[in-house]
């Protein structure tokens, strides 16, 4: 099926693939966004129990409640965007609107007042909420723009694959480059505040790039919603909720979810305390982003061979088995720690490309079924999940780095030791297997997607005429 393109001058749709110059535009934006969110997620929980002071499981209850708080943010978001038409379209002027505040957000988040215990916890948890609201302001709206760049469904595994490659850079960006950085001063409060001003001014650049770059999609947003029931925000939400296909994926992201927020900020402490070498973290984080990269541009030659839902279980379960081969790891064998860990950021790049792509899908879907469009609600509902897992993966490492007894910057002892490897090895890949058992009821084939794309389209022209 082919996709449609416009014509801005004549306003008539051309069939034709996406030039790649609006794709690798639309892709900046998730570099930029992400870059600025996977460094919080990777450091943050380091900054505030190692630099600041505060106690490990206040940083956890901090995660916890900022992620939900930001989680609930984004239904309300995808609400708004799904009613708003401006003269820049229905999801663009976020990105325009939101930039500065995420930038300015993001870089407070790594500042410290240096008050009384009780203050720097009550300043970090208002910093990272408003910069948690931030982002939905603008990573919401910019994934809803995937369901109506193009509804052929190769095409939009390819759209998605590349922006979650893209995605993926602004994550090894954020994990090798942010300590390297921040160890070339001599304070690291000063370090991370200095390296988050220059992440927010590439970033703030990079998003007004997406938004100028994605110009030719905002008369396509109308155009594609434009014999759409708007509803009202219960409708939005029961249209959601009877989506049997996306209930399946949405369960499974929130505990993949999970994972996520675990490998990435325990790897810090792994690296510091269990191996020894806290001067290979960069590489280390450079390893795993570099695998989950790997596994991401393996998505769409898989996807001529292969359904989704077989490559997401593949990743799936090879995340799970390596993650529970890590756990018998010497620490000395680096070689097989950097080996094991790579398999398993394969499997993480397969999960987070696909499991997006589907849930694209799934707006097709919903739509079909219902006959109601809920693309910004369908986005928002799943950030939603996505990000509640991400709370409690953070609020996850903070109790146990509580119950375990770690006592930062000095050597920990073996029981403590063990409780880092286990949140990096046994736990992850107990959560991976049931994320499959999610997984096997979906069934949404590619001849399904083409067949309920015919009949959108059917429908779409007896409207116009």
């Given at each position: 099926?082919?996709?449609?393109?416009?014509?801005?001058?004549?306003?008539?749709?051309?069939?034709?693939?996406?030039?790649?110059?609006?794709?690798?535009?639309?892709?900046?934006?998730?570099?930029?966004?992400?870059?600025?969110?996977?460094?919080?997620t990777t450091y943050l929980m380091y900054f505030?129990?190692?630099?600041?002071?505060?106690?490990?499981?206040?940083?956890?209850?901090?995660?916890?409640?900022?992620?939900?708080?930001?989680?609930?943010?984004?239904?309300?978001?995808?609400?708004?965007?799904?009613?708003?038409?401006?003269?820049?379209?229905?999801?663009?002027?976020?990105?325009?609107?939101g930039t500065i505040p995420l930038v300015v957000t993001g870089v407070l988040c790594f500042t410290s007042p240096g008050i009384s215990e009780s203050g720097n916890v009550i300043y970090a948890a208002i910093t990272y909420i408003l910069f948690g609201m931030m982002y939905s302001f603008v990573n919401v709206p910019h994934m809803s723009m995937e369901a109506s760049i193009t509804y052929d469904p190769d095409e939009r595994s390819k759209v998605i694959s590349v922006k979650l490659i893209f995605q993926l850079f602004g994550a090894?960006?954020?994990?090798?480059?942010?300590?390297?950085?921040?160890?070339?001063?001599?304070?690291?409060?000063?370090?991370?505040?200095?390296?988050m001003v220059l992440f927010g001014i590439v970033c703030a650049i990079l998003l007004f790039i997406t938004f100028?770059?994605?110009?030719?999609?905002?008369?396509?947003?109308?155009?594609?919603?434009?014999?759409?029931?708007?509803?009202?925000?219960?409708?939005?939400?029961?249209?959601?909720?009877?989506?049997?296909?996306?209930?399946?994926?949405?369960?499974?992201?929130?505990?993949?979810?999970?994972?996520?927020?675990?490998?990435?900020?325990?790897?810090?402490?792994?690296?510091?305390?269990?191996?020894?070498?806290?001067?290979?973290?960069?590489?280390?984080?450079?390893?795993?982003?570099?695998?989950?990269?790997?596994?991401?541009?393996?998505?769409p030659f898989m996807s001529k061979f292969m359904e989704k839902k077989a490559?997401?279980?593949?990743?799936?379960?090879?995340g799970a088995v390596c993650n529970a081969t890590f756990f018998f790891v010497p620490y000395g064998s680096l070689m097989l720690i950097f080996i094991t860990r790579f398999l398993a950021g394969i499997g993480q790049g397969v999960i987070t490309v696909l499991v997006f792509s589907m849930i694209a899908d799934c707006v097709d879907y919903g739509e079909w079924k219902h006959g109601f469009r809920a693309q910004g609600m369908t986005f928002a509902t799943s950030a939603f999940f996505h990000k509640s897992g991400n709370a409690i993966g953070g609020w996850l490492i903070g109790i146990v780095l509580m119950f375990i007894g770690y006592i930062p910057n000095q050597a920990q002892t073996p029981f403590v030791l063990d409780g880092i490897l286990w949140l990096l090895s046994i736990i992850p890949a107990a959560l991976l297997i049931i994320s499959i058992i999610f997984?096997?009821?979906?069934?949404?084939?590619?001849s399904d997607l083409y067949r309920i794309r015919a009949d959108l389209d059917n429908a779409s022209v007896r409207n116009n005429d």
């Open positions: 099926m082919a996709d449609v393109i416009l014509d801005t001058e004549n306003r008539q749709t051309n069939v034709k693939q996406i030039p790649m110059k609006h794709i690798f535009g639309y892709s900046l934006g998730a570099l930029s966004y992400y870059t600025l969110f996977m460094t919080t505030y129990t190692d630099v600041v002071g505060i106690s490990a499981a206040a940083a956890g209850t901090i995660f916890l409640f900022a992620r939900l708080v930001d989680a609930i943010s984004d239904p309300v978001v995808g609400t708004i965007a799904d009613r708003t038409n401006t003269k820049h379209g229905r999801y663009r002027p976020y990105i325009l609107w090894l960006i954020a994990s090798t480059l942010t300590m390297p950085l921040v160890r070339m001063f001599t304070n690291e409060e000063i370090g991370f505040l200095i390296t100028r770059t994605t110009k030719p999609y905002a008369w396509y947003e109308g155009l594609v919603n434009k014999n759409k029931k708007r509803g009202s925000i219960l409708k939005r939400w029961g249209v959601v909720g009877k989506n049997d296909k996306l209930r399946f994926l949405i369960m499974m992201l929130f505990v993949s979810s999970i994972v996520q927020a675990l490998v990435q900020p325990v790897g810090i402490y792994y690296m510091t305390y269990n191996v020894g070498r806290a001067d290979l973290t960069s590489l280390y984080m450079l390893n795993m982003m570099g695998a989950t990269i790997v596994g991401a541009f393996l998505v490559i997401l279980i593949f990743g799936l379960s090879l997984v096997l009821p979906f069934h949404l084939t590619k």
